[in-house]
């Protein structure tokens, strides 16, 4: 048995059949193996205005107003809700329906749309010019326990990690980086020879639920920072999210909010940093306003458990006036707008019908969102019913997803799959579609996390065996060319799940965790610093 409780031979012959090296034809119903799959019929009979009407997402159908979704994706919420027992020989199961939570009446604040976007740290650029990277890890932070999750300051200052044993852990990047505490021998005797610096751990807290007047221990499913660490919100097993105090009175939780039923796997700061965008378990993407606490937002259309979620790059105020300069496509104008936006977005929402499909072209503030069981939305966040766009798994592609990037100038998005492939989307071409679609070596098992460098030619992949940084500007990455390999093996992780990558936002480290947060697959409980230098060959 794995860490996460799964019998790897059994769970392949369960999702691909009792050949497992035959991916072809693979797919899975993600939500049944996991112990989700349970049945929300129910909702779609609930009474959600109180006046004897159904709210058109709890209706029956696989049609665009039922499932949330635009662009003709009805096909792929049936096939979703087909699951594999037409080719598999399983029974079929009840068709998935999104979860319909409701927004606080009256609703919190669309906080990016009264707020800029705060000023964001930006990489030398020698960091962004360069053909490619050198990534070595030099850094362990020792922990004998799954990382589900890791958070950083803007400035890299403090790094947080919390994971399966229900403590918030917070490092002091400058120390470790600094080599103030090296790693013993037998510590380093597991690792690569790089790796001699230990992490230099500053503090730890309890990660406390109260459910039922009862405080306990919680695992934590996700992490984010403010900034400048003067607060912290972390995800919980219950549902709950927890703020958390991080200057001053370290460790003190002093607001849960409480509206997800099932473990947080997913917060996203705002832009603005005065909103809170979370995932979780229940299928539900909410938008919350810090401010008041309460939701101003509820994304309904997925059908699983969310993965991912995060907000398009966006440019602080010196970097707008030179894209205004030297930016030549709509994307540049799309990102431009996301920052002069005035108003309160009222016009826009007037003028937004309920069936009315995304525009990337009309919309400036976007949220990207994925789900285990594959499917990736983008939401206009200013709009209070737009339907998302979907982005299409590519052909013979197994339904899962467990992560999704933007590139970082926001015109591409990368999301990894099970079947040993990244697909990459378009943005400004505005498809549903893959451009291409990277493959990995068979071997390497699913792509848990992906990560964008700033160069926008390289990109950080995860999987089962290794750490690997693809070269984007190469075609040999894409289906059916026999060239040169287009991707460099990043040494440190081998063999488990890797939970998450972090990229500095000046580029100086990246930081690795591994962790299964709460799915399947094994971990090593390995959490990695490494250290990034430019490449210009």
């Given at each position: 048995?794995?860490?996460?409780?799964?019998?790897?031979?059994?769970?392949?012959?369960?999702?691909?059949?009792?050949?497992?090296?035959?991916?072809?034809?693979?797919?899975?119903?993600?939500?049944?193996?996991?112990?989700?799959?349970?049945?929300?019929?129910?909702?779609?009979?609930?009474?959600?205005?109180?006046?004897?009407?159904?709210?058109?997402?709890?209706?029956?159908?696989?049609?665009?107003?039922?499932?949330?979704?635009?662009?003709?994706?009805?096909?792929?919420?049936?096939?979703?809700?087909?699951?594999?027992?037409?080719?598999?020989?399983?029974?079929?199961?009840?068709?998935?329906?999104?979860?319909?939570?409701?927004?606080?009446?009256?609703?919190?604040?669309?906080?990016?749309?009264?707020?800029?976007?705060?000023?964001?740290?930006?990489?030398?650029?020698?960091?962004?010019?360069?053909?490619?990277?050198?990534?070595?890890?030099?850094?362990?932070?020792?922990?004998?326990?799954?990382?589900?999750?890791?958070?950083?300051?803007?400035?890299?200052?403090?790094?947080?990690?919390?994971?399966?044993?229900?403590?918030?852990?917070?490092?002091?990047?400058?120390?470790?980086?600094?080599?103030?505490?090296?790693?013993?021998?037998?510590?380093?005797?597991?690792?690569?020879?790089?790796?001699?610096?230990?992490?230099?751990?500053?503090?730890?807290?309890?990660?406390?639920?109260?459910?039922?007047?009862?405080?306990?221990?919680?695992?934590?499913?996700?992490?984010?920072?403010?900034?400048?660490?003067?607060?912290?919100?972390?995800?919980?097993?219950?549902?709950?999210?927890?703020?958390?105090?991080?200057?001053h009175d370290e460790g003190r939780r002093v607001a849960l909010l409480a509206k997800h039923s099932k473990p947080v796997s997913v917060l996203r700061i705002s832009p603005d940093?005065?909103?809170?965008?979370s995932g979780s378990w229940d299928r539900a993407v909410l938008y919350w306003d810090l401010n008041s606490g309460k939701i101003a937002r509820a994304f309904a259309g997925h059908?699983?458990?969310?993965?991912?979620?995060?907000?398009?790059?966006?440019?602080?105020?010196?970097?707008?006036?030179?894209?205004?300069?030297?930016?030549?496509?709509?994307?540049?104008?799309?990102?431009?707008?996301?920052?002069?936006?005035?108003?309160?977005?009222?016009?826009?929402?007037?003028?937004?019908?309920?069936?009315?499909?995304?525009?990337?072209?009309?919309?400036?503030?976007?949220?990207?969102?994925?789900?285990?069981?594959?499917?990736?939305?983008?939401?206009?966040?200013?709009?209070?019913?737009?339907?998302?766009?979907?982005?299409?798994?590519?052909?013979?592609?197994?339904?899962?997803?467990?992560?999704?990037?933007?590139?970082?100038?926001?015109?591409?998005?990368?999301?990894?799959?099970?079947?040993?492939?990244?697909?990459?989307?378009?943005?400004?071409?505005?498809?549903?579609?893959?451009?291409?679609?990277?493959?990995?070596?068979?071997?390497?098992?699913?792509?848990?996390?992906?990560?964008?460098?700033?160069?926008?030619?390289?990109?950080?992949?995860?999987?089962?065996?290794?750490?690997?940084?693809?070269?984007?500007?190469?075609?040999?990455?894409?289906?059916?060319?026999?060239?040169?390999?287009?991707?460099?093996?990043?040494?440190?992780?081998?063999?488990?799940?890797?939970?998450?990558?972090?990229?500095?936002?000046?580029?100086?480290?990246?930081?690795?965790?591994?962790?299964?947060?709460?799915?399947?697959?094994?971990?090593?409980?390995?959490?990695?610093?490494?250290?990034?230098?430019?490449?210009?060959?």
């Amino acid at each position: 048995m794995s860490d996460g409780g799964f019998n790897d031979e059994l769970l392949e012959k369960e999702l691909f059949g009792a050949d497992s090296d035959d991916l072809d034809g693979a797919g899975m119903d993600v939500d049944e193996m996991i112990g989700m799959g349970d049945s929300v019929a129910g909702l779609a009979g609930e009474d959600s205005a109180g006046d004897g009407t159904l709210d058109p997402l709890r209706k029956g159908g696989a049609t665009a107003e039922a499932s949330g979704v635009s662009n003709g994706t009805a096909a792929a919420a049936a096939a979703t809700a087909e699951g594999p027992g037409a080719d598999g020989g399983r029974p079929q199961q009840p068709p998935a329906k999104p979860v319909d939570i409701e927004m606080d009446v009256p609703p919190g604040e669309i906080t990016v749309l009264t707020h800029e976007a705060k000023t964001r740290p930006t990489a030398p650029q020698e960091l962004t010019s360069c053909a490619t990277y050198d990534i070595l890890p030099t850094m362990s932070f020792v922990s004998g326990y799954q990382m589900h999750a890791v958070a950083a300051t803007a400035s890299m200052r403090w790094v947080f990690t919390g994971g399966e044993d229900g403590y918030i852990r917070k490092w002091d990047m400058d120390a470790s980086a600094g080599g103030k505490q090296l790693l013993t021998q037998g510590q380093r005797h597991a690792l690569v020879d790089s790796v001699s610096k230990a992490g230099v751990m500053a503090s730890y807290w309890d990660h406390s639920d109260k459910t039922e007047d009862t405080e306990m221990l919680s695992p934590v499913y996700s992490l984010a920072v403010q900034s400048q660490a003067e607060w912290l919100v972390s995800g919980m097993k219950s549902g709950h999210i927890g703020l958390w105090t991080v200057r001053h009175d370290e460790g003190r939780r002093v607001a849960l909010l409480a509206k997800h039923s099932k473990p947080v796997s997913v917060l996203r700061i705002s832009p603005d940093e005065f909103g809170l965008v979370s995932g979780s378990w229940d299928r539900a993407v909410l938008y919350w306003d810090l401010n008041s606490g309460k939701i101003a937002r509820a994304f309904a259309g997925h059908v699983s458990q969310i993965s991912s979620a995060e907000f398009r790059p966006t440019l602080a105020p010196e970097q707008r006036a030179i894209d205004a300069n030297g930016g030549d496509d709509a994307d540049s104008s799309s990102r431009r707008n996301s920052q002069e936006e005035d108003g309160d977005g009222s016009d826009l929402e007037s003028s937004t019908a309920a069936s009315q499909a995304f525009d990337v072209k009309a919309a400036s503030h976007v949220l990207l969102t994925a789900s285990i069981d594959g499917q990736c939305y983008l939401w206009d966040v200013r709009a209070a019913h737009t339907l998302p766009h979907a982005l299409n798994t590519a052909p013979r592609t197994p339904r899962w997803a467990a992560s999704a990037c933007w590139s970082v100038d926001g015109t591409r998005i990368y999301v990894g799959r099970r079947n040993n492939t990244i697909d990459e989307y378009d943005v400004a071409m505005m498809g549903s579609d893959p451009v291409r679609t990277l493959r990995l070596p068979m071997n390497s098992g699913p792509v848990t996390a992906v990560a964008a460098m700033p160069n926008g030619r390289s990109l950080v992949c995860a999987s089962t065996d290794n750490v690997r940084m693809w070269n984007l500007a190469d075609d040999s990455a894409s289906d059916g060319a026999r060239a040169a390999v287009p991707f460099q093996i990043v040494p440190g992780h081998h063999g488990g799940a890797i939970s998450s990558i972090l990229v500095d936002e000046r580029s100086r480290y990246m930081l690795t965790t591994s962790g299964n947060r709460g799915w399947e697959g094994s971990s090593n409980n390995l959490h990695l610093g490494y250290e990034i230098s430019p490449l210009d060959r």
